[in-house]
């Protein structure tokens, strides 16, 4: 289980016992969001115009993605 806040945080939490696993800090808060079909990957678009990755699995450091020709937008 996960959340994400306009504090710019992607949190992931043990739905068991309610407890906090790890957090991510985005560069900027997000606009939007989507979850790859196969529940692996979060993406986000950040108010900087950005593209950020986050592995879902481990919850890795969110990654850029590269090759916008123009800022992403919702």
């Known amino acids: ?19 906090q696993q790890r957090a991510n800090d985005l560069p900027a808060a997000p606009t939007a969001f989507a979850m790859s079909a196969d529940e692996n990957r979060m993406v986000f678009a950040l108010e900087d115009g950005k593209v950020r990755v986050v592995n879902a699995a481990d919850g890795g450091a969110p990654v850029e993605l590269l090759g916008l020709a123009k800022p992403a937008t919702h």
């Open 1 to 19: 289980t996960w959340s994400v806040g306009r504090d710019r945080t992607v949190r992931f939490w043990n739905p068991a016992d309610g407890a």
